[in-house]
């Protein structure tokens, strides 16, 4: 079993395709085929089952899956720990979707300039999806907001996920948005709506937003619905619409302001922002990467 075999299978697991993968891997077709079926007799079991053109991974599949992207982290992590000279290879950071917006371009941009050498590839999700993937070694560092109260030193990353690390990076004011038109809130119990439009469940912020809300009366939170949407973009078109609230950090809806017209905010709380990592992991470009986002 050799790291290119494993890294050609993860390709193919991931695009459910040969031919998508071979792409990917800038490898031709037959190469791909040929390698995987090779790796397949040498462990003795079924990978992938063939539906038409779709490759669906099996459960011994399922299985070597999470090895494999043990095996070629470690091995990517290895290969830059041992180079003394200027970070490069690949970094995969993950983000959340109001933070890739509103606090990373500059940063990146800069990054990118001091460091072209790097590969950075960027994974966008809710903040418990990354730290999964995080300490699952999909991913290898990843920028998500705590859903603790308190100070940012205070906090335990512990609560999100295991073996892992975190640097504090910013700390967000979240507020929730309301139409223009609805009457004035000064507390939970003033929310009229009983729609919530944010992003899928893992998302720190609509547990806060939910948290919120339930203060003054848990049975509260059990009464909204919580429309689910796959970008900031079309929760606003949702808040200015009239048909639903959201929170969002004030730094997004600051970025989007002359866009979205007149609407309510009102501070709910805080939220501190992190870069985690697993424990023990370090390399120059993840070095050089920090340095860039704590510099901002």
Not at 216 to 231: K, Y
Not at 260 to 278: E, M, S
Request: net charge neutral.
């Amino acid at each position: 079993m050799e790291l290119a075999e494993l890294e050609i299978f993860r390709a193919v697991a991931q695009e459910q395709s040969v031919t998508r993968a071979a792409r990917v891997l800038d490898r031709v077709q037959s190469n791909v085929t040929t390698r995987l079926k090779q790796l397949e007799d040498d462990l003795g079991v079924l990978l992938f089952q063939r539906e038409g053109r779709r490759m669906s991974l099996t459960p011994a599949g399922q299985r070597l899956l999470g090895y494999a992207e043990r095996m070629l982290a470690l091995a990517e992590e290895a290969r830059q720990s041992l180079r003394e000279d200027a970070p490069s290879g690949v970094l995969r950071l993950g983000t959340m979707e109001s933070a890739a917006a509103a606090r990373l371009p500059r940063p990146l941009a800069r990054f990118h300039a001091a460091w072209p050498d790097v590969r950075l590839d960027i994974r966008t999700g809710t903040a418990q999806a990354l730290v999964d993937a995080v300490v699952e070694h999909q991913l290898d560092c990843a920028v998500v907001a705590h859903p603790g109260r308190g100070s940012a030193r205070s906090l335990s990353i512990d609560d999100m996920g295991p073996g892992l690390e975190a640097t504090f990076l910013f700390t967000e004011d979240l507020m929730l948005v309301l139409p223009a038109n609805h009457p004035r809130v000064r507390r939970p119990q003033d929310v009229r709506l009983r729609t919530l439009a944010g992003f899928a469940r893992g998302c720190t912020y609509r547990q806060c937003a939910l948290e919120w809300l339930a203060q003054a009366d848990e049975s509260l939170r059990d009464s909204f619905t919580v429309r689910e949407m796959p970008s900031y973009h079309a929760i606003l078109a949702c808040v200015t619409a009239g048909s639903a609230a959201a929170i969002l950090p004030r730094s997004l809806l600051d970025l989007h302001r002359d866009a979205i017209g007149d609407v309510q905010t009102v501070p709910v709380r805080q939220a501190h922002t992190f870069l985690v990592r697993r424990a023990g992991f370090t390399t120059s470009a993840y070095q050089a990467l920090l340095h860039a986002l704590r510099h901002e």
